[in-house]
């Protein structure tokens, strides 16, 4: 019987045909491999695996393209592999997917590669020995899905692009009615960017000298100093009989910026008050702003100490947020301890009641505040500190949409206060720790009434029953619990009493995290294209190179060129320009990665067309920039003397 004569058919062991250029873009073996695997499937040959390959090719189908024209996401893998052995139970996300069969011809752990070369379509594989088992764009197989990362059964696509907002966030956001023309979903939130760019601006402003010329150049070990405040004229008696003022400034070592505390005509009594810094300089919570140095000076004319706290820029003071700025109450304090403290003239409970009820803060944000309150009095308390500063004027709403509170001002007290006639400095800390809690509850009952005549002593009794009309009992109780003075308190007692709050907090707390990751996500990507595109600005159009005119319009280069203008200089139909940020982004990614997708390049006189791929352009780029690096690299020659 005669048989028809079996021939072997030359084919590259990487699997790419000879003829095609994407074979010089992929690891080739050494020639003993290539005999080696020659001799091997010689050796090998018999009618059932024949058979057996037959039978495979026929039932995959896998080897029959979709659409005449592939697109980069179908030419990135294709897992639709057919087991040899339909019995076979399916393997788990932790087990190999390779089929038992020994004879199976067919890898299903490789993506399936075509190209077109001379009118014949070649189909083929990555060999699953070669090492270089990477798809078209260059990555690696990651780890199965068990650890987080994709199975063998997947493949990267070898650049890295903002997928979008999530659905957990988007869904919490809110999604946009028309996804189209949603430009937050790759680019920040134009509200965040306007906040950090103000920001940016309050940290880098400085003050013109022309209108505080009585501002020093430096004072200790910081200059630049900008008022953050007006500077005050005459003693306020809310304070401690001292007057204040605050500034911006920059430290000299550093470069950082500070937030200067300044008490006027001070002199340190004593340096034990000293001890009481050394504490609050430990003391860190998100809750607080940081106490950093206190140090005395002559500086500004007089014996002045200051007070050296971390800068938040444009901070806001409960006060001006929630208050009117015309209620001044003839400058009466209603949150201090002191009973000798002036009283205004009386105001009648008509006066209280006409004050902003339609305007009332919601529950929620109360609550919020008061966990937050509370989480900073804790780490006071529990370190033997009082914080005797828990003022409507000394609460700062900071952060993006000015929605978490610090307690500023802190020390200040227990320095100015401080008597050197006792042994003890500590002994007065308890009842200290005490006023903190009543100031606490009269901050709160202010805040339901939207007014500071609210903690007024004549005024207390009106102030709780509006207060009950419109909150829950809880927070009734709270406010009568804090302003309890015949027992002793403690802030951890008001843990039950807030109860299931803090898991509301904790959940929006953990939900504006993640929208700041997401919009974090957005941007990491800019840096990485931005230097692709500064490496393309120095290549095209240079105007010479090594003493060469022509060199940014030849070889290489002129490839480089025609892409620039595919990528920036579009134009629709009708001759108006083309502004697509999208095409932008997933050409840069692509050329990043150095994929297999060709793309068609026209020369403006429209009298050259060249196809290519990612991969040439992403090789014409880095030689090209290599030769630039190597000629800025070079030690530049000396002039010689005339």
Not at 269 to 287: E, G, I, R
Not at 374 to 395: E, F, Q
């Amino acid at each position: 019987m005669d048989l028809d004569p079996v021939y072997l058919p030359y084919a590259q062991v990487n699997g790419v045909p000879q003829e095609s250029k994407l074979a010089t873009y992929m690891k080739r073996p050494p020639d003993s491999t290539m005999a080696q695997s020659l001799s091997k499937n010689v050796s090998s040959m018999s009618l059932e695996p024949l058979l057996s390959m037959k039978k495979v090719l026929a039932s995959s189908s896998e080897f029959v393209p979709r659409n005449s024209v592939t697109t980069f996401a179908n030419r990135l893998v294709d897992t639709n592999t057919v087991s040899p052995q339909p019995n076979t139970p399916s393997p788990t996300l932790g087990q190999s997917i390779l089929s038992p069969t020994p004879h199976s011809l067919v890898d299903k752990n490789l993506p399936t590669y075509q190209e077109n070369f001379g009118g014949t379509t070649y189909f083929y594989q990555a060999p699953s020995g070669s090492g270089d088992v990477s798809g078209p764009s260059g990555a690696a197989p990651s780890e199965d899905l068990t650890a987080g990362g994709p199975s063998v059964q997947s493949s990267s696509p070898g650049y890295t692009l903002h997928p979008g907002t999530p659905p957990h966030v988007r869904h919490k956001m809110g999604a946009p009615p028309n996804p189209t023309v949603d430009n937050s979903s790759f680019y920040m939130s134009e509200n965040i960017r306007a906040e950090i760019q103000h920001k940016n601006a309050l940290t880098l402003v400085s003050a013109n000298p022309e209108l505080f010329p009585e501002l020093p150049l430096e004072v200790d070990n910081y200059h630049d100093l900008v008022p953050l405040e007006q500077i005050p004229t005459g003693i306020k008696p809310n304070m401690i009989g001292y007057l204040t003022s605050t500034y911006k400034a920059t430290n000299i070592k550093s470069g950082s910026r500070y937030c200067l505390r300044r008490v006027h005509n001070f002199r340190l009594p004593s340096s034990k008050c000293l001890v009481f810094v050394d504490m609050w300089k430990k003391l860190a919570h998100s809750n607080i702003v940081q106490l950093r140095e206190v140090f005395t000076t002559k500086a500004f004319g007089d014996h002045s100490i200051v007070f050296v706290y971390d800068y938040h820029p444009n901070s806001e003071t409960l006060l001006s947020k929630h208050f009117s700025q015309s209620e001044q109450m003839n400058n009466y304090d209603g949150f201090s301890s002191n009973p000798l403290a002036p009283r205004p003239y009386s105001h009648s409970k008509n006066t209280l009641l006409r004050q902003q009820h339609s305007s009332l803060l919601s529950e929620s944000t109360i609550w919020s505040y008061i966990i937050q309150l509370t989480g900073a009095l804790r780490v006071i308390h529990s370190s033997g500190l009082a914080c005797r500063c828990l003022d409507p004027s000394k609460v700062l709403l900071t952060g993006l949409s000015r929605s978490r509170l610090r307690l500023s001002g802190v020390c200040v007290s227990d320095v100015l206060t401080f008597d050197t006639s006792q042994s003890n400095p500590h002994s007065m800390i308890a009842a200290y720790q005490q006023d903190d809690l009543t100031a606490l509850g009269k901050l709160i009952l202010a805040m339901t009434c939207r007014s500071l005549m609210a903690v007024q002593r004549e005024n207390l009794q009106t102030s709780i029953e509006l207060m009950s009309r419109s909150y829950s009992m809880d927070l009734r109780n709270l406010v009568l619990y804090l302003l309890t003075v015949h027992q002793k308190r403690t802030v951890v007692d008001l843990m039950p009493m807030i109860g299931a709050r803090y898991y509301t907090q904790l959940d929006a707390v953990q939900l504006h995290g993640d929208s700041l990751e997401n919009e974090l996500a957005k941007e990491m990507e800019n840096g990485r294209l931005f230097r692709l595109l500064v490496k393309l600005g120095t290549i095209n159009e240079r105007p010479e190179l090594n003493l060469d005119p022509t060199w940014s319009e030849t070889g290489d280069r002129y490839m480089l060129k025609l892409f620039r203008d595919y990528l920036l200089h579009q134009v629709q139909e009708d001759g108006r320009p083309w502004l697509d940020m999208s095409h932008i982004v997933h050409c840069l990614n692509k050329l990043d990665a150095g994929t297999q997708e060709k793309i068609c390049l026209m020369s403006r006189d429209e009298q050259s067309v060249l196809v290519v791929s990612y991969a040439e352009l992403k090789q014409c780029l880095d030689q090209s920039f290599l030769e630039l690096s190597s000629a800025a690299a070079l030690t530049p020659k000396s002039t010689l003397p005339l």
